[in-house]
């Protein structure tokens, strides 16, 4: 690679964008689903079945020999416990992929009771192709998310794991995330040298992706 690694952002669908938008060789995902209180057009059931069928796109979208890793926290709702990793795991299945790790990523410290937001994130990776060598896997339980660029974002600490893991065991030359936000997953792979493809739907949001500097 020569020079500075590139961010390209597109303020658009993430679903159409993948659809019209085929992933190539070196491309590989990290990415957060949107939740259900960013998804106020939709019903809660609705969100549900928009969230799995939203992850199945995703890996679909994956290129051969390549991987996607999401980061998800659960929600509570009417009183009923809402995993997300359940939801990504459907959509993934239904695209072919098989789960090749999942780690827990602690928000509070173990024992420590959270109330309304769960303690820990989830972090998932998929794959089509690809195999983990479980002599070459790190740690399962992630003790800190670090810290995180705003309320909605993925932890540091969890994002340049994902991102190193995708550098190293998926050969990953540009990570794109379809659903950027302010563009957490972007500015760590540029800060790893990769490049980096980010998609959201909300303008400002956007803007603030293609300047975010960690
Ligand atoms: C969980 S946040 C991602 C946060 C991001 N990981 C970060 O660290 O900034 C999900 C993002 O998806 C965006 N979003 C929601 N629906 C979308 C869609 N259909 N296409 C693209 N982006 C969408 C939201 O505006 C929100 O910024």
């Known amino acids: 690679m020569s020079g500075a690694p590139s961010r390209v952002v597109h303020c658009q669908d993430a679903i159409a964008w993948l659809a ?16 259900a209180s960013e998804q106020k057009r939709l019903a809660f059931d609705a969100w549900q079945a928009w969230f799995g069928a939203a ?8 290129p051969a020999r ?10 509570k709702q009417d009183g009923a416990w ?17 789960l090749l790790w999942h780690k827990i990523v602690c928000r509070a410290p173990a024992g420590v009771a959270t109330r309304m937001r769960p303690s820990y994130a989830h972090l998932l990776c998929f794959s089509r192709d690809l195999a983990e ?19 909605r974002a993925m932890g540091l600490a969890a994002a340049d794991f994902a991102v190193q893991w995708l550098k190293d065991r998926a050969n990953a030359r540009c990570i794109v995330d379809p ?26 949001r956007a803007q603030k992706a293609r300047d975010l500097v960690l």
């Open 82 to 98: 809402v995993d997300k990793s359940f939801l990504v795991q459907r959509g993934a299945y239904a695209a072919g992929a098989r």
């Open 20 to 35: 019209h938008n085929p992933l190539t060789e070196g491309d590989a995902i990290f990415t957060s689903l949107p939740d």
């Open 179 to 204: 659903f950027c936000g302010i563009g957490t997953a972007l500015a760590v792979a540029n800060r790893m040298g990769l490049d980096a493809v980010g998609v959201e739907l909300a303008q400002g």
């Open 133 to 151: 060598d479980p002599m070459q896997s790190g740690p399962d339980v992630l003790p800190e998310l670090g810290a995180m660029t705003w309320a």
């Open 55 to 62: 992850a199945e796109s995703v890996v679909r979208a994956l």
């Open 66 to 75: 390549s991987a996607a890793i999401f980061y998800q926290t659960d929600v």
